[in-house]
């Protein structure tokens, strides 16, 4: 058996070798890679000021880095995409305050993926080992609780047996079932989607648009600067839209990113009109902003999703992940997959009291899954294994 881990809390990611952390990463989340998480935090994203304190978690055994986890003192609940504002109205009503609390997770990024890196075969252990850590900081420093936001499922595993309880939510992926072209792909749906499709993609031709995808190193600084233009132009354009990132951090993924990013734009006689910002993985596409210059019926989709899916297929990509919410996304033949959040409540009546909560809103979410299910756009085969 190994030694037991140090672990210690190190406050900003540059602290930590770049080297040595993703070395744990290994091929994993391109959004645990040290480069986006440090880009974050140098170009101001993440901060105090922003409402994310970095605390992040390093397990050493003998001098080496054997695991690690992206820690956050959060003072708010946004751009965590997992939603507690009723947990926070609930603890002040029991005269808990739930500020600050503890997050592990990716800032602005609701994506399932390894939220403990380790090293070695004792992943298990370790993982247990640094909820044990979050857990015992809670209690010392009368912090209300922690939270592991979008992680595997050994993951959950490992910290329901630290006292974690588990929370389940709903996202729409696209799988791609061996695909060899996108009219391939049409041919598993059902007769009257397949036609709107076509007639969707068929009508952005029409008005002189095309879509042209920016992969890996093609990607300038200019295509970030334009693509940090919409972003910023949709969110302003949202009564609810908040900004997270800055010009800043868009600038630096040009640096130092691009082998992991694909941009996909709309353009007319030449000039973008709208565009998507992805993130590519090993085996998956992650969709993360959206925005546009010129409205056009249709161009949501066709750029957003239809774009996306059919460079999937034709990169050879396992699936696309279209970010939170939208069950609208079902209509373009992304079904809901579960998703897995881990929370600890240091105070026990305020934990009974989630514990119950989450059961209940465990069932409602199983049964929103199995209608929308029966809804599925896709013929019966092909959502067979």
């Not at 930590?16 to 935090?41: K, T, Y």
């Not at 030449?270 to 409205?295: H, M, P, Q």
């Amino acid at each position: 058996m190994s030694a037991p881990a140090t672990i210690r809390i190190v406050r900003a990611i540059k602290d930590i070798p770049r080297d040595g952390w993703d070395r744990l990463v290994d091929g994993g989340s391109p959004f645990m890679r040290w480069d986006w998480l440090e880009a974050l935090e140098a170009t101001g994203c993440v901060e105090e000021q922003t409402g994310w304190v970095p605390q992040h978690l390093v397990a050493e055994r003998g001098g080496e880095i054997v695991g690690a986890c992206p820690m956050y003192l959060k003072l708010h609940s946004m751009g965590e995409f997992v939603f507690d504002y009723e947990w926070a109205d609930f603890a002040h009503r029991l005269g808990i305050a739930y500020y600050p609390k503890i997050l592990v997770g990716v800032p602005f990024t609701p994506v399932t993926g390894a939220r403990f890196l380790t090293a070695g075969a004792d992943r298990r252990l370790l993982v247990q080992a640094m909820g044990r850590a979050l857990a015992e900081i809670a209690r010392q420093n009368k912090i209300s609780s922690a939270h592991v936001n979008f992680c595997r499922e050994d993951e959950a595993d490992a910290l329901a047996e630290a006292g974690f309880v588990r929370r389940i939510g709903l996202q729409f992926h696209w799988e791609n079932r061996g695909y060899n072209s996108f009219d391939e792909y049409l041919g598993s749906f059902r007769s009257d989607r397949r036609n709107k499709i076509k007639r969707e993609r068929r009508a952005i031709a029409e008005h002189g648009i095309a879509i042209r995808v920016v992969e890996g190193q093609e990607a300038t600084r200019e295509h970030l600067r334009t693509m940090f233009s919409l972003y910023k132009g949709h969110v302003d354009n949202l009564y609810y839209g908040r900004q997270y990132l800055t010009r800043q951090f868009f600038d630096e993924l040009a640096r130092r990113f691009v082998p992991y990013l694909c941009l996909i734009f709309a353009e007319r006689k030449g000039k973008i009109i709208a565009g998507t910002f992805n993130v590519r993985g090993d085996s998956a596409l992650y969709g993360r902003y959206w925005g546009a210059f010129e409205e056009e019926p249709f161009l949501h989709f066709n750029v957003c999703y239809y774009a996306a899916i059919e460079h999937c297929i034709r990169a050879g990509l396992d699936r696309f992940e279209a970010g939170a919410g939208g069950s609208f996304k079902q209509l373009r033949g992304l079904e809901p997959q579960m998703t897995t959040s881990m929370h600890y409540l240091a105070d026990q009546k305020f934990a009974r009291a989630v514990e119950r909560h989450l059961a209940q809103e465990r069932d409602l979410i199983l049964q929103k899954r199995a209608l929308l299910l029966e809804k599925s756009q896709l013929k019966k085969e092909a959502r067979e294994d």
